[in-house]
Every structure is written in C-alpha cells, then in structure tokens.
C-alpha cells in the first residue's frame, strides 16, 4: 500500500486485503537434550549372549516350572482379553515357544485356559481385592441385571471403589420371568 499511513494501511486490511507476512526470527534450540540412543544403549539380539536368548532346557521340566509357566501364559490371555481358541493357532504357539521350541508340549489346551487356571487366577485375584477393601475408606457395590440371548437373566455385581480397578464380584442367575 503505497503512501498509506498506518492508519489508513490497517483500515484497508480490514477490508479484505491480507496483511503483510512478516519474517519472524527463529529461536534457537536449548543446548540441553535428551540423550541420544547409541548401539551400546539399544539391546539387540545380537548382542544378548546365548544364555540370555534361550535358558538351558534338560528334557523335562519339573512341576515347580509348569506350575510358573502355564498360569503366566494363561495371564496372558486373560489381561489382554485374547479367546481361548489363540492358542491353538500354529503361529501363536510357535512365537510361545520360539526361543524354546521344547516347550511346545507345556502349552495348555483351550479348555484348561478357559477352565481349571482361568477359577484359580479368579479365586487370587478376588483374594486379593478382599485384602485391598479391608484398607479401603469407600465401597460401593453396583449391580446390573441382563439378559441372554436365550433369555436366562443374570445379575452381575460390580465392586467399585475411587482408588482401584472395578471388579466383577459375583454373578448370579436368575428365575426367568
């Protein structure tokens, strides 16, 4: 806008023409980073040892270790909410057991994730959350009530508490109505 005063030159961008750009400086960056991976911070399998990839395996392994591994497989499953039926995919259980291949025949069957281990972890954790509301200054018990696609109705009841995870308490059926 040639021989505008100011004034003049922001009354005529208010009306429609766009406003000079104007160059703004860049700031400089803080000298102090974060530091940078390198090779000797990043671990890779190349550079883990033999013991580190695999642990020695003799044969079989005794009741202590099925005891260890099966219900830490079974976690698995049960925190990330995966179906029962993954474990008898062939690559699910090849990644299981792919840095001990002999372990292949301590993987449970479908039904004992879904039966036997599935109770106890249940029964653990509900002891678990019994010891916790013992310290808890506030409770409440939610209940809701549904219905089946073959029409059985269930109540389920909730614990809830501001300073925990809500867990499910107890579930019963009820008569039909």
Do not use: C
Not at 84 to 110: G, K, N
Request: charged fraction near 30%; glycine fraction near 4%.
């Amino acid at each position: 806008m040639p021989n505008l005063d100011e004034a003049e030159q922001t009354k005529w961008r208010r009306f429609g023409e766009p406003p000079k750009k104007q160059r703004r400086k860049r700031k400089k960056r803080s000298t102090t980073r974060s530091p940078e991976a390198t090779q000797e911070s990043v671990m890779t399998i190349s550079r883990m040892s033999q013991s580190q990839l695999t642990m020695s395996f003799v044969g079989n392994i005794g009741h202590k270790e099925k005891k260890r591994f099966q219900p830490a497989i079974a976690r698995i499953f049960y925190a990330a909410g995966l179906p029962f039926r993954a474990i008898e995919v062939p690559r699910m259980r090849h990644a299981l057991t792919s840095l001990q291949p002999d372990m292949e025949r301590y993987l449970l069957p479908r039904k004992a994730l879904a039966g036997h281990l599935l109770t106890e972890e249940y029964h653990l954790k509900k002891n678990e959350l019994i010891a916790r509301l013992r310290d808890e200054p506030i409770v409440g018990l939610v209940s809701d009530g549904w219905s089946s696609i073959s029409k059985d109705m269930v109540v389920n009841y909730i614990v809830v508490s501001p300073l925990m995870h809500s867990l499910l308490w107890y579930t019963r059926r009820t008569a039909n109505t």
